[in-house]
């Protein structure tokens, strides 16, 4: 639900709708992390010392490329967003020392139950500001990165968008 700073009739935004949508996808984030680590700080070290480097796990989150690019009505989605991308440095530094990686995905516009409900209008204004591919991302696009980051130990500490090289404009 797109609600901006201020409606038209001069009332603000409800901080209760704010905190709704920040304690979804940034508080649910760090309460889903928090009481994983236990857990994966004590997995076995993949590898000796000689064939591996001491891997316990990795932590693949998701942003948005609204944490980037947000638009108008978008402020509580792009700032929870936004702090997802923020905390893979900190949280990878945190981590380090127990062989955790931390990678941040924040995906474009992917098919999904939601985007199908788009009308055409609304698909075609979308599909209008994609570079290349002039489509929505695919779930096994997404799968794929998710199983590159995890083979690849190199990976760490970043976020990467999987957009196809979308920027969103402020308006469409």
Known sequence: MAVQIIDRHGTPLSLSSFDFVVNI??????DLIRQLLPAITKNEPAGSSEEGDGERGVLVLVSSVAAFDG???QLAYSASKGAIASLTLPLARDLAP???RVVTIAPGVFESA?????SDKVRKSLEGVMEFP??????DEFAQLVKEVISNSMLNATVIRLDGG??????M
């Not at 939601?114 to 788009?118: L, W």
């Not at 979308?166 to 308006?171: A, F, L, N, T």
């Open 166 to 171: 979308v920027r969103m404009p402020s308006k």
């Open 71 to 73: 638009q108008p009505g």
């Open 25 to 30: 996808n940034l508080r649910g984030t760090i």
């Open 98 to 100: 127990y062989g955790v």
């Open 134 to 139: 002039k489509r929505m991302g695919k779930a």
């Open 114 to 118: 939601m985007t199908k409900m788009m």
